[in-house]
């Protein structure tokens, strides 16, 4: 008689579970699976355009499949600068060795920066096999990067520090031209980085004034002439500055207290 209550017990416990909905994501569960997508986008996009392109395609074939490379990774940078910083340092860092002085290592640089010195002013036929292996390792580091994004337990708080953080970014390094000092794009990457934060914040909910802060500053971005002419002070005291403001004011409102880099 126990055993047929115990079993009827089971059976029922495991119906309810089965009938039970899941319950609902948190804003930092649906921006992980967000980023998830991002990145196997960039992925695909680095190893169907950027690689296959380095071993057979022409320069402008090539520069292209760069460029949309440059833009994929724009939309993961706020998650990888913020919780693979190392990674992120040979996926887009600045194309110089890096010297680890207490290991008297030097470290060569890689990434897209460097990759942008075999394609601009010009691409040489002679550095083909030099780019390839460059394409090969950007790809490869791209799974590193999932693998960490895979593994991270994303708070809400922590993800919208990352939020504010690549805004300050876009500040300090991507409108200056900082990581794309040969091809000035660093204004229109910009936008594609401003449109990411969007897409994130949106999982915490409806702040119409947050959103529309990052439309026209999107907006602002991607219509810019020209890198020389974009008028950056503009952007950054109409913008970029009242943005990161919204975002720790979103913060105090959801009661999520501000927290420091990981």
Known sequence: MKKLLFAFSLLLSTAIYCCTPDAPLSPSEKAKLHLLSELDTLQHIAE????RLATTGSEDSIRLAFHRTRQAYKQV???TEYYAPTVSKELNGAPLPEIEVEETTVFEPSGLQVIEEHLYPSFEEQNREVLI?????FLSLTGRARTI?????????????????????????????FDTP?????????????????????????????QTL????????????????????????????????EITGWQKQLNVAPLQCP
């Open 48 to 51: 169907n355009e950027l690689l």
């Open 77 to 79: 940078e706020l998650f």
């Open 133 to 137: 292996q460059e394409a090969k390792k």
């Open 149 to 177: 994004l895979e593994g991270t337990e994303f708070t809400d708080a922590h993800i919208l520090n990352a939020c504010r953080q690549e805004v300050f970014r876009i500040i300090v390094l991507g409108i200056s031209g």
């Open 182 to 210: 040969l091809t000035a794009t660093g204004v229109k990457e910009a936008a594609t980085a401003l449109q990411s934060v969007q897409e994130v914040l949106a999982f915490f909910g409806n702040n119409e004034q947050l």
């Open 214 to 245: 990052l439309q026209k500053a999107i907006a602002y971005t991607a219509q810019s002439a020209s890198f020389d002419h974009f008028d950056r002070m503009a952007f950054i005291t109409q913008f970029a500055n009242p943005i990161t403001a």
